[in-house]
């Protein structure tokens, strides 16, 4: 079958669209070189890919180099109070953001030049907005450390969260016009920018000074406002039309404001269950799950760098392509989500053998137990980041209450799965229970995102395969630590090649792709 559809690929165009349209394709074409020449979707792709990937990769690895400073000069419940205290600041963001980043998002490549400096311009004036409802918890610091943590030592820390709310959501609206406008290299200057200027401020504040989880939050404020205004005035000052626009403000709240809700929704999924650690357990618990939750971060990145050029680079295409059964379009959301599959199962597998190694390597002895968490957490990823690559349907037919209700549920199924099992298993059953709820909204949301653009994923697969390599990531690390054993060489390398072995049997990982590919960047 891919041998006649790389001949009527070559012969027109259109043959290639009939296919797609017809249901018969099941995935992308072996022969990718044809298709890159055709439009060059894939090659942007992963140039934009690698290039934010490379930003925020180093971000990662200079954050990965302050955990040794960190888990030795924070205790494990420090450590705990400190990813409590983040997440809450993710959640003040969810509220405020009111969803006008998917908004702007949406509405950004339908206008025309002039009326996209308008939409930034009107987003950058609601975000500096943000700074006013963001002082109420600054006001009541006290009142909240006691709430939290039983004591009012935590003053400062909880007022400086508060305050990288708008900071953040600021933050991320000019990173957001360096994307849209295609501006990776710059993207990645100022990414590495922040880590660096936080490295620098987290070592002499928490290391040096001795001021805890006040220094790591005060080196993350600075660093934040350090990089808005370097993208400001170097980039987005001259993108703006400096005139508010009540009219778009008006279409970016009424499109946003059922997104925002999701986003809380997804909060509950991601977030919530360190304060079900911190009710039934300890914020030892809490520190032991944010350890296992930093070493997955690696597919957190992929994510990100997978998100960030490919939406704009598939969206950019949508609107071009006129054919209104879009073939080409389905064709690079296909292309795009196989790429992304097969690398992120790799990894994660990778991440979920060694976290036993790297964990009290990196860190300190007592966080090893948190490498438990990392088959869960890297796997939950993956679901999050599939559901965003394989349901645009939501997202172009502007129905976004679609985002409240399958949130909600999943939601729902979290919050409930956390009382179950984090009183069971602490920090791995609050792993456990983020694993479902996201994997629950995944398939939830493909099938409603396909009643309106629908797209031929082999499905079967794609969840056969995932649940192996879930299977395989779970076996060392559990031997490892839940039953004391100590695992030999050849079993890593076993559990390695048949993960390998299934993604090859499995269609995700063909050679000829990868010579091909090597072909179009290097020939």
């Known amino acids: 079958m891919y041998l006649n559809l790389y001949q009527s690929f070559r012969t027109s165009k259109s043959n290639l669209c009939k296919i797609i349209n017809s249901g018969r394709y099941s995935f992308a074409p072996d022969d990718f070189k044809c298709y890159f020449s055709f439009m060059g979707f894939s ?41 409590t205290l983040s997440t809450l600041t993710m959640l003040g963001a969810a509220f405020l953001s009111v969803g006008l980043d998917s908004a702007v998002g949406f509405y950004f490549f339908k206008a025309g030049e002039k009326e996209q400096g308008k939409i930034a311009y009107t987003l950058f004036v609601i975000r500096l907005l943000t700074f006013i409802p963001s002082l109420i918890p600054v006001f009541l610091s006290q009142q909240l450390s006691i709430v939290l943590f039983g004591t009012d030592k935590y003053v400062i820390p909880v007022a400086l969260s508060a305050l990288l709310i708008p900071v953040s959501l600021l933050l991320d609206e000019q990173s957001r016009l360096l994307r849209y406008f295609r501006k990776p290299w710059l993207f990645s200057a100022s990414t590495i920018l922040k880590s660096l200027v936080n490295v620098v401020l987290g070592i002499v504040l928490v290391v040096n000074l001795s001021y805890g989880v006040s220094g790591s ?30 009219h778009w403000a008006k279409k970016l709240f009424k499109f946003g404001f059922p997104v925002m809700w999701a986003g809380f929704a997804i909060w509950i999924m991601d977030s919530s269950d360190r304060f079900f650690l911190l009710h039934f357990s300890n914020l030892s618990e809490i520190g032991k799950y944010s350890i296992g939750n930093t070493f997955s971060q690696p597919v957190l990145l992929l994510n990100m760098a997978v998100q960030m050029s490919f939406s704009v680079l598939f969206f950019d295409f949508y609107y071009k392509e006129d054919d209104p059964d879009k073939p080409e379009s389905k064709l690079i959301a296909i292309t795009g989500f196989r790429h992304y599959f097969a690398s992120s199962l790799l990894l994660s597998l990778l991440l979920s053998v060694f976290g036993k190694i790297l964990v009290p390597w990196i860190t300190t002895p007592e966080y090893t137990a948190g490498a438990l968490a990392i088959p869960f957490l890297t796997f939950s990823h993956i679901a999050a980041q599939s559901y965003q690559t394989m349901s645009p349907g939501i997202i172009l037919t502007g129905k976004t209450w679609h985002f409240t209700w399958i949130t909600a549920v999943s939601a729902v199924v979290n919050i409930a799965l956390n009382f179950i099992f984090v009183p069971m298993w602490g920090f791995t059953g609050a792993a456990f229970a983020t694993f479902i709820s996201f994997f629950v909204y995944w398939v939830v949301k493909i099938i409603v995102a396909h009643t309106h653009f629908p797209v031929p994923y082999p499905f079967i697969r794609i969840f056969s395969t995932y649940f192996i390599l879930f299977a395989l990531s779970l076996v060392i690390p559990f031997m490892q630590i839940w039953y004391d054993y100590e695992v030999p060489w050849s079993i890593y390398a076993l559990v390695i090649f048949s993960g390998v072995l299934v993604l090859k049997v499995m269609g995700f990982i063909k050679f000829e792709t990868i010579k091909n590919l090597y072909k179009t960047f290097f020939d």
């Open 43 to 83: 090659k942007d792709f992963a140039k934009d890919t690698i290039i934010y990937g490379l930003g925020r990769g180093l971000k990662k690895f200079i954050g990965i180099f302050l955990l040794p400073f960190y888990t030795r000069a924070l205790s494990i419940d420090e450590y705990g109070v400190l990813e």
């Open 217 to 246: 939050l005060t080196a993350s404020l600075i660093s934040s406002i350090a990089v808005i205004l370097f993208i400001f005035l170097f980039f987005s000052k001259r993108k703006y039309e400096y005139a508010f626009s009540f």
